[in-house]
């Protein structure tokens, strides 16, 4: 049971490249979240996904795409990368909405800097 | 505005000793209350959760109070121990229903050292 996996663990991209960020989880469970995590601030959601087959933009979606590719797998999308992405990014799944007392497992980070 | 703030910034500690993490919040309407333990270069994981009623939850070592009055929570680690080195993060939730708007505290950096 590996619980949420994303890939890649590090990635450096040039101002304008693209990337997909991979996150996929084990347990089942109906809802997903893609955070960032910078330095002195808290972490914000980016995009959450409350069910397969639906997506709802968070605090920060500005820059980036999602895909819920199935019910384990939610990935993320940059498609011009800005050195303003320079993040740590966290994937995340609970069995339902978070509010709804559900716990949300985190997966191990993205460590993403662009150039 | 939703915010969580959380006291202090960092904090040094001797192993075995207790310590207190504090967190201020002005999120409405509360829904619920979150810690969690950050390792470094790792994801957060869930310590304990609170709502409205509760205003004690204790996790092993880990003791959260919560004050829904002035909007304050603590989260108290006894004996510590070298594992216990982490970022502690305080998320709050508002809302009813439905998707609920989830405020992340920055957290507190704790050291154990020996």
């Known amino acids: 049971n590996a619980g949420v996996t994303q890939t890649p663990k590090f990635q450096v991209l040039k101002t304008g490249q693209s990337m997909t960020l991979q996150c996929a989880q084990d347990m089942n469970h109906n809802s997903m979240y893609w955070y960032r995590q910078d330095p002195g601030m808290g972490l914000r959601l980016i995009y959450y996904s409350a069910s397969e087959g639906t997506t709802d933009k968070g605090e920060v979606p500005n820059g980036y795409n999602v895909s819920r590719l199935n019910k384990r797998e939610f990935s993320l999308r940059l498609e011009s990368a800005a050195p303003s992405q320079t993040s740590v990014y966290f994937c995340a799944s609970s069995e339902a909405l978070a509010g709804d007392f559900y716990e949300q497992y985190f997966g191990p980070g993205t460590r993403l800097t662009v150039t | 505005k939703n915010q969580v703030e959380q006291s202090p910034q960092s904090l040094i500690i001797l192993e075995g000793k207790n310590c207190t993490l504090q967190?201020?919040?002005?999120?409405?309407?509360?829904?619920?209350l979150r810690w969690y333990k950050q390792d470094t270069g790792r994801g957060p994981v869930s310590l304990t959760i609170?709502?409205?009623?509760?205003n004690t939850k204790s996790n092993g070592r880990y003791t959260a109070t919560l004050d829904a009055d002035t909007k304050q929570s603590s989260l108290h680690i006894t004996a510590s121990q070298l594992s216990d080195s982490a970022s502690y993060i305080c998320v709050v939730s508002a809302g009813a229903g439905g998707y609920q708007k989830v405020t992340f505290g920055t957290g507190t950096k704790l050291q154990v050292i020996p």
């Open positions: 609170m709502t409205f009623s509760e």
């Open positions: 967190c201020n919040y002005t999120v409405s309407p509360f829904s619920n």
